[in-house]
């Protein structure tokens, strides 16, 4: 009832709610994109999005079709490789970064390691900026990790608003420098967030540094000061800071999949890991607690 290339397509602009962005994932013409969402939503019978000239978003009917259209997919992949005799081996050395450790991640994986038993997985789960360090020293074969200003590859899952957050009962001094809670070098939130400060002008000093998104979230819920985050992963027992907190504007950030440059023995299996991300990445937004 469903083709599989239309359950494809709805899933990347259900990721990126973005046709163009979606055409551009799946090297199709905008056009395209627009006719397989058209197509699915005429095969279901209900609007799947609701979109104008400026926005895109999911309808009720669109959030019910994500878990049906991506169950379906992975059925259809595990078909087509019973019966075409594919299988997937090797090792594959897969990093993280720290903003997955509290999603849905270890679920996709999980899928993976069922779909792929062949594969011998190891993960890595570090900050963005340290794994690609890594990938680019050969030390990794594929990364999911926030984007860097400077580096303009990468394949993307999805784009978010950066924010400031912090306790609820946390109240910042405008007459006295803004308390950061940040990783170490290289973060790339870090980065950001000091630049951003340090464009407006404002003074601004380090509250509490860690390499633990843990050790982040416990200072951050203490009440030590403010941290930048992506809005659609915030902490429970965290807020985004309201406008009255007069903090700069951090911009957007883009989680994306790198690869690394020499493709190996490991290609295969970094392509399927990449696959069944970009399938799921809808379940990488939302808290796995």
């Known amino acids: 009832m469903y083709e599989p290339t239309q359950l494809r397509t709805f899933l990347a602009v259900a990721q990126t709610l973005s046709f163009t962005q979606a055409a551009r994932r799946l090297g199709l013409r905008q056009s395209t994109v627009s006719q397989h ?15 104008d000239t400026h ?16 169950r379906m997919l992975e059925v259809h992949k595990q078909a087509t490789a ?37 594969v011998d997985l190891e993960l890595t789960v570090e900050l963005s900026g340290t794994l690609h ?16 200003p400077e580096d303009p590859r990468g394949e993307l899952v999805w784009r978010d608003d950066l924010v400031w957050i912090g306790a609820e009962r946390l109240r910042l001094d405008p007459d ?72 700069p504007d951090l911009g957007k950030v883009d989680f994306v999949l790198v690869h690394g ?11 399927a890991l990449a696959a069944a991300v970009l399938a799921g990445g809808e379940r990488l937004r939302r808290s796995g607690g």
């Open 55 to 70: 926005s895109v978003e999911l309808t009720e009917d669109g959030e019910a079709m994500l878990g049906f259209a991506r």
């Open 82 to 118: 019973f019966f075409t005799g594919t299988r997937v081996r090797g090792r594959l050395r897969f990093g993280a970064s720290e903003d997955f450790v509290l999603t849905r991640l270890p679920e996709i994986l999980e899928g993976f390691r069922y779909d792929h038993p062949e």
């Open 261 to 271: 440059r020499n493709r190996g023995p490991a290609e295969g299996a970094a392509n």
């Open 176 to 247: 006295r420098p803004v308390p950061l809670i940040v990783y170490p070098p290289p973060g790339i939130t870090r980065a950001r967030a000091l630049e951003v400060l340090e464009r407006q002008g404002r003074e601004w000093r380090i509250a509490c540094t860690s390499g633990s998104l843990n050790g982040l979230i416990a200072a951050a819920r203490a009440g030590l000061g403010v941290m930048a985050h992506s809005r659609r992963l915030i902490p429970p027992g965290l807020l985004r800071l309201p406008e009255r907190a007069a903090l």
């Open 133 to 148: 360090e890594r990938l680019a020293a050969g030390k990794l074969d594929l990364v999911l990790a926030k984007r860097r």
């Open 37 to 51: 969402v058209r197509r699915l939503e005429d095969a279901v019978g209900r609007q799947l999005f609701s979109r």
